[in-house]
């Protein structure tokens, strides 16, 4: 759906309720008190009335929107924004194209739908062969405060190293599904067919940690494809087949690892060109997730406002 069309369907707040309304009867609307599946809509206090025992149950309860007080409007024209485009907008930027007075509200609401993309996510596990590789994204931190705390402990200050030793940056696995292309590739294009792709925020890079994502987001049948580094020694122990190439040369190496670069490159342009690299470690994870479930749904075209809606009204948020 593009924004015309979006604003043919959904002008006011009114038609934006009847087709919220309408998609949670889709789904099914459930009484919590005695799982009834038969309902009355007030329009008067817009809740649903169980038929049997008369309870009642707020159009937003059991959604990622209970508890908000922002339109209806607003949150579908929200969904339709942030899948409209590969990548995403500012909450600034939102709240511009919203015209609501205050910032927080739209981040929130933001971060909000970026929870649900990652739940959604966390429902499939990578399977087949897959590139492993580690990332590293600018963040902002109380830098002062590190430098203060290496200076009393006589340490030298390692917020200006790079890769794994700085405090600047998030550390995160990069897991992607990677088949050898069965037709001949085309000309600049890599020779391995992309699948699913997943970014995990870490806290440390050590074997034990990478072991226990890997159990968590990978079918144990796969085989992963990594380079030599230390932290994937243990990897034989949770998952069927494992890999090492160790390629020094780089233009060599972005062969043997076409879509782990590619995915990595595209996602620190992204943060750099919409967010300008200031996110706080605490939310790193809700941008990774969001490039990751637009990525992995890349052919859906004009359907992935609809899916993510449906993910929206089947994910509570607490």
């Not at 924004?3 to 309720?17: C, H, N, Q, V």
């Not at 294009?189 to 990478?210: F, H, S």
């Not at 020694?233 to 782990?260: D, G, M, Q, Y």
Request: proline share 3%; hydrophobic share 30%.
């Amino acid at each position: 759906m593009n924004l015309r069309a979006f604003f043919e369907k959904y002008p006011d707040e009114i038609t934006s309720i009847e087709g919220f309304k309408n998609h949670r009867l889709e789904l099914g609307v459930v009484c919590p008190k005695c799982e009834h599946t038969e309902h009355y809509f007030r329009k008067t206090d817009l809740k649903f009335q169980c038929k049997k025992c008369g309870s009642r149950k707020s159009l937003r309860s059991g959604t990622v929107m209970e508890n908000s007080k922002l339109p209806f409007q607003y949150w579908m024209l929200c969904i339709e924004l942030m899948t409209l485009t590969k990548k995403s907008f500012s909450a600034l930027e939102m709240q511009r194209m919203l015209g609501h007075k205050r910032y927080e509200p739209i981040w929130f609401m933001m971060h909000k739908i970026r929870r649900v993309m990652s739940k959604r996510d966390e429902k499939y596990k990578l399977k087949g062969t897959l590139e492993f590789d580690e990332g590293f994204f600018e963040r902002v931190d109380n830098i002062d405060a590190i430098k203060e705390k290496e200076a009393s402990n006589g340490e030298n200050p390692s917020v200006n190293k790079r890769g794994r030793g700085s405090e600047r940056q998030s550390k995160v696995l990069v897991m992607v599904e990677s088949e050898p292309s069965i037709s001949a590739p085309k000309k600049g294009k890599p020779n391995r067919k992309v699948g699913y792709l997943k970014m995990t925020v870490m806290e440390d890079l050590k074997a034990e940690t990478i072991n226990n994502e890997v159990q968590k987001s990978v079918e144990k049948s796969a085989e992963i494809l990594t380079d030599g580094y230390t932290g994937y020694n243990k990897l034989k122990e949770v998952i069927a087949k494992h890999n090492i190439v160790v390629e020094p040369n780089k233009t060599k190496s972005a062969k043997v690892f076409p879509w782990v670069n590619r995915t990595i490159s595209n996602a620190k342009k992204g943060l750099l060109g919409i967010h300008h690299n200031c996110i706080n470690d605490q939310y790193m994870q809700n941008y990774l997730d969001e490039f990751c479930y637009k990525f992995n749904r890349r052919y859906f075209g004009d359907k992935l406002s609809d899916r993510l809606l449906i993910a929206a009204l089947e994910t509570t948020w607490y």
